[in-house]
């Protein structure tokens, strides 16, 4: 039975359960990356330049009289200076992934996320976005300032230039990405003239799009959330993996300090606690806590560290590109390099230049004249006049060269064998051409059943070739 009394005078009712709101998203604190000038950052700055040159400068380039890098979609023909590949060439492109993964690996093995810090177009393209934010609205403290500051004039002029900036130099990326696929000179003349088709025009301000808001506002979420190579790079990590290191028994317990103090009484280590190193983190992370899945290996931690340790006259290389085992043992440079060859390495290295010399090696030994014969499935074989015996074929041949093929057509393989048909012909300049072949042999040259035969198509040129193809010819039985 329910208690209904009243509660006793100046009780309190008795309070529900308290609600606690539990997220599991952080909230992103936007990074203002600080400049920085040092060996690892001129490094950087030259792989910017020099993917960025061969990037927007390739598609210009011209090679007999053509786009020397074209991957026409339309026409099903991808031009890479002299080599022309059709869609059945495709294993090369499968090779060379297979190459670039087994590369990534083993850079990966010897030092770290050398590929994210230096060469990913992630970085590169931050890199390139932040030095127009930087050219625009000042260095650190300057952005900082205008990001906190009211609504002025000033704040806006500097926001809308810097966002035209970003806008162009996205949309020029993504015109010169298109350009790959649709000759740039046409592309060009198309956007002057207002004639852009609706997937260029879609490709375009998508792959521009992309560029401007990864590298202009999701930066280090790239690299955190979205790059899976993040997540497993541990796995290729061993104790003689090179990875930017902060030395914590040099620089701990760490403390501001004047020029002048004697580290042995104040009992401080190395570190003078100024935090620049998280001031140029590009992810914002602090070096000090140890290996972090969000580092990209950049290296501006240990280019701003070396400058402080200058300025209160202490060595550099608090913050460096050092092994496990080196740090740990005290290891001078010359050692940690002679533990790079190492079973892992030597592995990936090997099967890596096999694979590279097994790649380039049937590039050079390919013959750019194709033929595919195909036997005439309705008629297995017929009898004509005076009792020959005929079988019919359709060739399909196809010439990757761009100059015209003078061919002669010669099948071999039974006696008495002749070619009911042309045997010269020519095929165009990167063209096709289906042609339908009879051959005869003399009655009772051959017994019943099927034979091999083989059909040549020989070049007469000024490079000879010579191209192979078997078949089979049917006797029929008596």
Request: aromatic share 12%; net charge positive; hydrophobic share 40%.
């Given at each position: 039975m329910s208690d209904t009394r009243p509660p006793a005078s100046g009780a309190q009712p008795a309070a529900g359960p308290e609600e606690i709101e539990i997220t599991f998203y952080a909230d992103r604190h936007k990074i203002y990356p600080r400049s920085v000038a040092g060996v690892f950052t001129n490094w950087r700055w030259a792989t910017v330049w020099l993917t960025q040159i061969v990037f927007y400068g390739l598609?210009?380039?011209?090679?007999?009289?053509?786009?020397?890098?074209?991957?026409?979609?339309?026409?099903?023909?991808?031009?890479?200076?002299?080599?022309?590949?059709?869609?059945?060439?495709?294993?090369?492109?499968?090779?060379?992934?297979?190459?670039?993964?087994?590369?990534?690996?083993?850079?990966?093995?010897?030092?770290?996320?050398?590929?994210?810090?230096?060469?990913?177009?992630?970085?590169?393209?931050?890199?390139?976005?932040?030095?127009?934010?930087?050219?625009?609205?000042?260095?650190?403290?300057?952005?900082?300032?205008?990001?906190?500051?009211?609504?002025?004039?000033?704040?806006?002029?500097?926001k809308t230039l810097k966002q035209l900036l970003w806008i162009a130099f996205g949309l020029w990326t993504g015109f010169t990405f298109v350009g790959y696929f649709t000759p740039i000179d046409q592309l060009w003349l198309a956007v002057w003239q207002a004639e852009l088709g609706p997937w260029q025009s879609f490709w375009i301000l998508f792959y521009g799009f992309a560029t401007y808001g990864n590298?202009?506002?999701?930066?280090?979420?790239?690299?955190?959330?979205?790059c899976p190579y993040a997540r497993f790079q541990s796995a290729m990590f061993d104790?003689?993996?090179?990875?930017?290191?902060?030395?914590?028994?040099?620089?701990?317990?760490?403390?501001?300090?004047?020029?002048?103090?004697?580290l042995s009484l104040l009992k401080l280590g190395s570190c003078v606690d100024c935090s620049l190193c998280v001031q140029v983190c590009p992810t914002g992370i602090d070096i000090r806590k140890g290996l972090q899945y969000e580092c990209i290996g950049c290296g501006s931690c240990a280019d701003v560290c070396d400058q402080v340790m200058d300025k209160v006259g202490y060595p550099k290389g608090l913050v460096r590109f050092t092994t496990q085992n080196g740090l740990e043992q005290g290891w001078t440079s010359a050692q940690m390099w002679r533990r790079v060859l190492r079973p892992r390495v030597l592995a990936y290295g090997a099967i890596l230049l096999l694979i590279t010399v097994a790649l380039f090696t049937s590039l050079y030994l390919r013959t750019p004249l194709k033929l595919d014969v195909i036997r005439d499935s309705t008629i297995l074989s017929r009898?004509?006049?005076?009792?020959?015996?005929?079988?019919?074929?359709?060739?399909?041949?196809?010439?990757?060269?761009?100059?015209?093929?003078?061919?002669?057509?010669?099948?071999?393989?039974?006696?008495?064998?002749?070619v009911i048909s042309e045997t010269e012909f020519s095929l165009a300049p990167t063209g096709a051409r289906a042609l339908a072949v009879t051959v005869r042999v003399p009655p009772g040259s051959s017994a019943p059943g099927m034979h091999p035969i083989h059909f040549e198509v020989q070049s007469l040129g000024a490079e000879p070739m010579t191209v192979r193809q078997d078949s089979v010819f049917m006797m029929p039985r008596q």
């Open positions: 598609p210009w380039l011209q090679w007999n009289n053509r786009q020397a890098v074209l991957f026409d979609l339309e026409e099903r023909r991808f031009y890479l200076f002299n080599l022309i590949l059709y869609p059945h060439d495709l294993i090369y492109l499968t090779g060379l992934l297979v190459i670039s993964a087994l590369a990534l690996f083993l850079f990966t093995a010897v030092a770290g996320r050398l590929w994210c810090g230096f060469a990913c177009p992630q970085t590169v393209y931050t890199e390139i976005y932040l030095w127009m934010e930087k050219l625009v609205e000042g260095d650190r403290t300057a952005r900082m300032r205008l990001d906190q500051s009211g609504h002025t004039l000033e704040k806006y002029g500097k590298a202009g506002y999701m930066r280090e979420l790239v690299c955190k959330h979205m104790r003689d993996t090179l990875v930017v290191t902060y030395d914590a028994q040099r620089g701990e317990p760490r403390g501001r300090r004047s020029r002048q103090a004697d009898v004509v006049q005076q009792g020959y015996v005929e079988n019919v074929y359709t060739l399909r041949m196809l010439n990757a060269t761009e100059q015209e093929q003078p061919l002669r057509l010669v099948v071999h393989g039974l006696p008495g064998l002749q």
